[in-house]
């Protein structure tokens, strides 16, 4: 059975304080490993899609990295408007097997 | 209007009640989705339809009944509901059933059963 964990549970950062969010994955062949963001009252956002370890795609102060075990979203000097919760995903390559996400992780950025 | 639009945005419903949560998607997708969001839980799956057909009933309880009269609208049609059934629900579409560029998402339904 596919599994997605994400960790931590909830991170606060001050502005300007670069982190890193986990995504463990364990998926029998991975077609896709991705990368949402959710604000309050809204349906995700998708952000990022990697297909392959050693992948690594950028958007603005964002970068998503992919390992055989996990994923990493690295956020670099985050404002207050990058908060919200970021939601991780997979999909294994069984047919047409849809998505199984992790809990997130609550991203407060503050001033 | 363009991409996945929920109607309505909020409902509450006695457990007696019937009611149903519309999907539209204008994004010429032919594959459509209904997830649960809980507090401190991932989404779940509920139901998938790829070319109007459907696919997936990940274990649903049968107070939940879809429909998908075609590849642009879903429902989720609702009956004798329990307070657990309270939740975000999220439709979501994508192409082909396989979501290279993943899946979009509308805004959601929050449902309150009391």
């Known amino acids: 059975e596919d599994q997605v964990t994400q960790s931590p549970e909830a991170l606060r950062l001050q502005e300007g304080e670069s982190s890193s969010l986990n995504c463990s994955y364990t998926v029998s062949g991975l077609r896709g490993l991705f990368w949402y963001r959710q604000d309050p009252g809204k349906g995700p956002e998708f952000l990022f899609t990697?297909?392959?370890a050693g992948e690594e795609k950028e958007k603005e102060r964002l970068k998503a990295t992919l390992t055989k075990k996990e994923s990493f979203l690295h956020i670099t000097a985050p404002k207050p408007e990058d908060s919200a919760t970021y939601l991780c995903?997979?999909?294994?390559?069984?047919?047409?097997?849809?998505?199984?996400f992790g809990k997130g992780t609550r991203l407060s950025v503050i001033a | 209007e363009t991409g996945v639009t929920q109607t309505p945005r909020h409902l509450v419903m006695g457990m007696t009640n019937k009611k149903s949560l519309k999907c539209e998607q204008h994004?010429?997708?032919?594959?459509m989705y209904w997830y649960k969001q809980s507090a401190k839980k991932p989404l779940e799956l509920m139901f998938v339809?790829?070319?109007?057909?459907?696919?997936e009933n990940n274990s649903v309880p049968s107070r939940f009944s879809p429909e998908c009269p075609n590849s642009s609208h879903l429902f989720l049609h609702l009956h004798t509901l329990q307070p657990e059934d309270s939740a975000l629900y999220l439709c979501?579409?994508?192409?082909?059933?396989?979501?290279?560029?993943?899946?979009?998402f509308g805004s959601g339904t929050r449902l309150t059963v009391v």
């Open positions: 979501a579409s994508s192409q082909d059933g396989v979501p290279l560029y993943g899946y979009t």
């Open positions: 339809y790829n070319f109007k057909e459907q696919t």
């Open positions: 994004l010429g997708h032919n594959a």
């Open positions: 995903a997979v999909q294994g390559n069984s047919g047409n097997t849809p998505l199984v």
């Open positions: 990697l297909y392959s």
